[in-house]
């Protein structure tokens, strides 16, 4: 049975997972005396898929010196993990496993692994009580992408190119083209995107259409901007009447949404809405397969019918003014009526509603705040995470155009913030490393997700920046999930899936400057920095491992 959070221990050893579907957070701690520490060479991971009956030691970079042919992976058995967070990223949605955890002794040369702390863990499915948590890979400068395909996925032929997008997309795409296919005759689908381009989801739309399924889009299109033109020709390719086809001229700065509601026959004439499909996902090649992204499907009528309602008010093409108070009024009208269910955001909106939200999460938070913003954080969000509470560890992840925004929050040798941007690694030790990133902007998810080990975990995602621009001059939308433990791991999971993939590069570039920090220490000194109060590593360990 699915839990997200599920605790082991063993004689001094003791170990924690928190569980998404493709992602699964895994952290371990001793408790013993500091005499033991110091023969501890790490740990070592002994994996079991017990759904699929396979096996497979966890392996790593890192080694001790001797170890050769750095760049080429070896077991943790024979080169432990000296750290107390891993993360297996590569866990399927629904399988079961067991993970032994091994403390390492010995000698660098004779690695002896211990009796292992054991977790037996569940992974989230993606679709659960009506509530669907969608992933892509959001990374292509990866080695995993290089071994396995080496050139851009347009580059290749099929059928490698198809299996190049297809392993980027992982969930998104085909989540979304099922959400479209499964509206049938007589139902209605209500789009609104900013950015209109990806012929598979146009596919998808021209045959719902063609089945009997009315499609009606508003789409971005202010004048002047070139999202417009391309937005307006590949909307044309539809086909839909007129009247279907609705362009958003007013915005006063973009049209960000990013959703689709389904509405079906009500049994009375009319149409309900039923289900709506949501996130930051642009219907993009860089959307869907290049950059960070999330899609939530949810199976919730009074979810879905509020989006309906946000879309007719959209479908006006209201001025910024009638827009805000248009906005205001319907959030006033809608939140009353979903008391257990989501706290959902439309923009514009006067005043500073989401980024007072953004705020509380951030400075309400006990632990651990894990923050994804491509384009920065408004102000007083980057004063509340230099407010927080000592304890509170804060992970960041923001493209590299953020590089002064990060510069205002103190760095982890004087608090435990720590965030970091893409990097690419084109080679390691004169060898190929990871494959050419393509695109711009590789973060794209936006999110703050707050103490999720925790039995009420909360979870602000959607399409909006943590801007005031995208609180007062665009179309956004966001939704407030609390205490829905399985989305929220998946969404920690996934979130600590690219800034672990993009600290470790940093890290590894760091290498030129620190030669020597490339290798595994030959006894339990590593663990000093995790037991010296005041240090990001010492509140680490007790964050994550409980």
Do not use: C
Not at 199 to 213: E, S, W
Not at 382 to 400: M, P, R
Not at 429 to 441: E, S, T
Not at 512 to 532: H, M
């Amino acid at each position: 049975m699915y839990k997200a959070v599920v605790r082991s221990s063993k004689g001094n050893y003791s170990a924690r997972a928190l569980v998404g579907s493709h992602s699964i957070g895994l952290a371990w701690n001793h408790t013993g005396p500091a005499s033991d520490r110091a023969t501890l060479l790490g740990f070592a991971i002994h994996r079991f898929d017990l759904t699929n009956g396979t096996e497979t030691w966890i392996k790593g970079q890192r080694r001790f010196p001797g170890q050769e042919n750095r760049g080429e992976n070896l077991e943790t058995r024979f080169a432990p993990i000296q750290k107390f967070r891993w993360g297996d990223y590569g866990a399927y949605p629904g399988h079961r496993y067991r993970y032994e955890i091994h403390p390492v002794k010995g000698s660098a040369t004779s690695p002896k692994p211990r009796a292992p702390v054991v977790l037996r863990v569940d992974a989230a499915p993606m679709l659960d009580k009506g509530v669907g948590v969608y992933s892509n890979r959001g990374v292509s400068a990866s080695l995993a992408y290089r071994l396995k395909f080496e050139k851009a996925p347009q580059d290749l032929a099929e059928p490698k190119r198809s299996q190049a997008f297809a392993w980027l997309t992982r969930d998104i795409l085909p989540a979304l083209l099922a959400f479209i296919d499964a509206a049938t005759a007589g139902d209605e689908l209500r789009v609104a995107i900013y950015e209109f381009e990806d012929d598979d989801i146009i596919g998808a739309l021209k045959a719902a259409a063609a089945r009997g399924v009315r499609v009606r889009i508003i789409y971005h299109a202010r004048a002047g901007d070139g999202q417009t033109i391309e937005n307006a020709a590949k909307v044309a390719t539809l086909g839909l009447p007129i009247v279907d086809v609705i362009p958003r001229t007013n915005v006063q700065n973009i049209a960000h949404n990013k959703f689709i509601v389904h509405r079906v026959p009500d049994g009375a004439g009319g149409l309900t809405a039923a289900r709506v499909w949501t996130g930051s996902t642009n219907f993009t090649r860089s959307g869907l397969y290049l950059q960070t992204n999330l899609g939530l499907a949810l199976e919730a009528a009074g979810v879905a019918d509020a989006f309906s309602r946000y879309w007719e008010l959209l479908a006006g093409d209201p001025d910024r003014v009638t827009a805000k108070q248009l906005s205001a009024a319907l959030i006033a009208a809608v939140r009353p009526t979903l008391p257990q269910g989501p706290t959902l955001h439309f923009s514009p909106i006067a005043g500073k509603e989401l980024l007072d939200v953004a705020v509380d999460l951030v400075s309400d938070a006990k632990e651990l705040v894990l923050i994804s913003s491509p384009f920065g954080l408004d102000g007083q969000i980057i004063t509340a995470i230099n407010a927080n509470s000592a304890d509170v560890v804060e992970y960041g992840l923001v493209n590299t155009t953020q590089g002064k925004m990060i510069k205002l929050i103190p760095h982890a040798s004087s608090r435990f913030s720590w965030f970091t941007t893409p990097n690419w690694l084109p080679e390691l030790d004169g060898k190929p490393w990871d494959a050419k990133p393509l695109g711009q902007h590789k973060i794209h998810t936006k999110l703050i997700v707050v103490d999720p080990f925790s039995t009420k975990p909360r979870a602000l995602v959607g399409s909006a920046n943590f801007s005031d621009e995208s609180v007062n001059k665009n179309d956004e939308n966001a939704m407030l999930i609390e205490g829905d433990r399985r989305s929220t791991a998946i969404v920690a999971t996934e979130f600590l899936r690219m800034f672990d993939h993009y600290k470790t590069r940093a890290f590894i570039a760091s290498l030129a400057q620190k030669p020597d920090d490339q290798y595994l220490a030959s006894d339990g000194s590593w663990t000093t920095p995790y037991y010296e109060p005041f240090r990001l590593k010492f509140r680490e360990r007790q964050v994550f491992a409980g």
